[in-house]
C-alpha cells in the first residue's frame, strides 16, 4: 500500500493510512499500554517492552499481516491490524486514540483498511470479534458494512463479517 492513502474528510478532517515500521515501535507500545486501550483488550494486561519489541518484528516480517498506522490530519491516531484467522479469512482489529474517536471516522478507516486487505492479503472474508458491551464499536462495523456472522466468538463477543465483493 502506498503510504498516505485517502480515506476520506469527514468535516474538513483528512484520515489516511499507512503502513506501520519498525520506526513505530515506540508509538504502538505506548498506545497498547494506554489504559483506554488495556481496558478494551481481551487480556486486560500491560506489554513490556522486549515483548512488545519481538512481536511487531515477527509481526511485520510476516507477510499474511497487514498493519496499518491511521494519520489523522497528519497526527497518528490509531491502528487497524489484518491477520490470518482461517484459509482466506483474515481477522481485524482496529482502535482509534480517544481524541480521535467518536468522529465518524472510524467506519471509513475500516472500510478503506479492509479494501487493502482484500487486496494485499488476498482474503476473501474478514472476521471480527467485538466486544457484546461495546456498542460504539458494534455500530462502526455495521457502518463499514460487516454483518452479524454465525462464527463462533470468543465468551462476551459477538462475531461480524465482511465479504469480498
Ligand atoms: C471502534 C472505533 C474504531 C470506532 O471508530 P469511531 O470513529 O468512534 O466510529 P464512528 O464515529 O465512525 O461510528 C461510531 C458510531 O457509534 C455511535 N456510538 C457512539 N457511542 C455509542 C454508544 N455508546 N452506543 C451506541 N452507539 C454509539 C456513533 O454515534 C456512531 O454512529 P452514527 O454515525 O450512526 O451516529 C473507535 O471508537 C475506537 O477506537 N474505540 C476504542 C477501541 C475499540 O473499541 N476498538 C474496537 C474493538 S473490536
Redesign the pocket.
Known amino acids: 500500500m502506498d503510504e498516505g492513502t485517502l480515506t476520506r474528510e469527514v468535516e474538513g478532517t483528512t484520515a489516511t493510512m499507512r503502513r506501520a515500521s519498525v520506526s513505530d515501535a515506540e508509538l504502538l507500545h505506548q498506545w497498547r499500554n494506554d489504559p483506554?486501550?488495556v481496558s478494551?483488550s481481551t487480556s486486560q494486561r500491560l506489554v513490556g517492552w522486549e515483548e512488545h519489541r519481538t512481536w511487531l518484528e515477527r509481526t511485520l516480517a510476516d507477510p499474511q499481516v497487514l498493519l496499518l498506522i491511521v494519520l489523522v490530519d497528519g497526527q497518528p491516531a490509531?491502528q487497524v491490524r489484518f491477520q490470518p484467522e482461517a484459509e482466506s479469512s483474515s481477522n481485524v482489529?482496529?482502535?482509534?486514540m480517544p481524541p480521535f474517536?467518536?468522529?465518524?471516522?472510524?467506519?471509513?478507516v475500516?472500510r478503506s483498511a479492509c479494501r487493502l486487505a482484500f487486496e494485499q492479503l488476498g482474503s476473501r472474508r474478514i472476521v471480527?470479534f467485538?466486544?457484546s458491551d461495546?456498542?460504539?464499536?458494534l455500530?462502526?462495523f455495521v457502518?463499514a458494512g460487516f454483518r452479524r456472522a454465525k462464527h463462533s466468538a470468543p465468551p462476551a463477543h459477538d462475531a461480524f463479517e465482511l465479504e469480498r465483493e
Open positions: 483506554a486501550i478494551l490509531g482489529s482496529i482502535y482509534l474517536a467518536d468522529r465518524g471516522l472510524g467506519s471509513l475500516l471480527a467485538i466486544r461495546n456498542a460504539r464499536s455500530r462502526a457502518k
